[in-house]
């Protein structure tokens, strides 16, 4: 490669690198090892992960069942090695489960468009933020400070360049969003009013009435869900009066992979749909009249003019959406109020038990899904060294978050948690 660009040595290459910001000592890896002794070291690796706890932690990444058929189907070398949806003539299989992906989606939130998927939840909410703004025109927003702290960082970077300002929120006692508060800042030069449901603190948001709020000033009412398996009990947004719809579709099938990432999605009102952002796929039929899938209403930079752009989106999950897709063909409308219905049950079995062990007290009573606060008598620290050694991963800090939350604790069960790991964990609680 040297003699090919015509130079004699590696100090000739790195000859544009000034000196002093050149590193001139020893590396610190190790002696390089054969396949076998790698795959040892791999192996030991591995035995130092936790093994055999029980989590309750949630915060927008939950533990949910995952049929083995998804894991089988994904790992097929037609969707592994599936080829880019341009050329539509040889990528029919991708793009069919792209359009079921987006048919699914406008199912659950009672939507009328879908796009074929974003990164994650975070950038979302974002992308839904910046759509909000290219249709109405203004360029301030209001943030409910219940919507997931780290999708409002996110949020915070996105808007931070465009001109645009975001408002946060705070919320009541009730744990959702100060509706008084959102009323009195809820100007004519609002965008949009964005919320989370379920919440950041596990309770549902008033949607209804949100939305009368905002269409009344001609703000654009945005609902972000975490927890997009809720909507297998819970009434979509759209049918409440949300404008647009976004969030994480990790609950359907995905694996919690250490945080992520995961899959995206972003619904909106049809009259919206040329502002969406990233990929939508269309049906249609070809010159036989045979039924068929393509790109269509695909306005990004790579299709578009950079200043027509609605997004700079050069990706989507299409294997993650895929398997979201499998698993709502699996459980189909039956299974998912099943499966949403477990997590309810079981998530007012183990409140009811924590309200009998006196231990503890609960936050922010009212509708919920999966997740719940606990009042801690003492500090996590404290606390949570007890769960640890019990085998017990209880929930997140939400002091972490909230500075006035900081002996507060938020607890995630669903389906996948039996009577046994529940009554633990109560078992733990009344230790305290």
């Known amino acids: 490669m040297l003699a090919e660009m015509g130079l004699q040595s590696i100090e000739d290459l790195l000859v544009g690198i ?12 190790p002696p390089p090892l054969s396949e076998t002794k790698l795959l040892e070291k791999f192996r030991e690796y591995e035995g130092r992960n936790s093994k055999g706890l029980v989590s309750f932690l949630g915060g927008g990444v939950n533990a949910h069942y995952i049929p083995t058929v998804i894991e089988t189907l994904t790992s097929r070398a037609e969707f592994l090695t599936s ?244 698993y709502c063909s699996l459980l189909g409308r039956k299974g998912l109020r099943e499966v949403a219905l477990q997590n309810v049950a079981k998530t007012q079995y183990a409140l009811a038990e924590v309200r009998k062990s006196g231990k503890v007290r609960v936050l922010f009573e009212g509708p919920r899904f999966n997740e719940f606060v606990l009042l801690l008598p003492q500090p996590f620290s404290q606390v949570a060294s007890r769960f640890y050694d019990a085998g017990i991963i209880p929930g997140i800090d939400l002091g972490h978050y909230f500075p006035a939350l900081s002996n507060a604790l938020l607890v995630s069960v669903t389906e996948t948690k039996s009577k046994a790991d529940i009554d633990h964990f109560i078992q733990i609680l009344r230790t305290l």
């Open 83 to 326: 080829y880019t949806p341009y050329q539509a003539e040889i990528s029919q299989g991708t793009l069919q489960a792209i359009f079921e992906f987006q048919t699914f989606i406008c199912q659950l939130t009672d939507m009328e468009v879908s796009n074929a998927s974003m990164y994650d939840g975070s950038t979302a909410l974002a992308e839904a933020m910046l759509m909000s703004a290219r249709i109405t025109q203004r360029h301030r927003f209001l943030l409910a400070s219940t919507v997931h702290p780290e999708y409002r960082k996110v949020v915070g970077t996105y808007l931070s360049h465009q001109n645009l300002s975001v408002e946060p929120v705070e919320f009541e006692e009730g744990g959702t969003v100060d509706i008084v508060r959102v009323e009195r800042v809820l100007g004519d030069d609002v965008a949009a009013l964005a919320v989370q449901s379920p919440n950041f603190l596990g309770n549902l948001e008033p949607i209804r009435k949100l939305a009368a709020l905002a269409h009344r000033r001609g703000a654009l009412l945005i609902v972000n869900i975490a927890e997009l398996l809720s909507l297998g009990i819970v009434n979509g947004p759209g049918a409440m009066g949300a404008d647009i719809v976004c969030g994480e579709a990790q609950s359907l099938g995905i694996p919690q992979s250490f945080g992520g990432p995961h899959v995206g999605f972003l619904a909106a009102r049809e009259k919206h749909v040329r502002n969406l952002p990233g990929r939508l796929v269309g049906q249609t039929v070809d010159s036989e009249g045979k039924r068929g899938f393509v790109l269509t209403l695909s306005t990004r930079e790579q299709h578009i003019r950079r200043e027509k752009a609605t997004s700079n989106i050069c990706t989507n999950q299409s294997l993650f959406a895929l398997m979201a897709t499998i």
């Open 18 to 29: 000034p000196r002093e910001l050149r590193f001139r000592g020893d590396l610190n890896l």
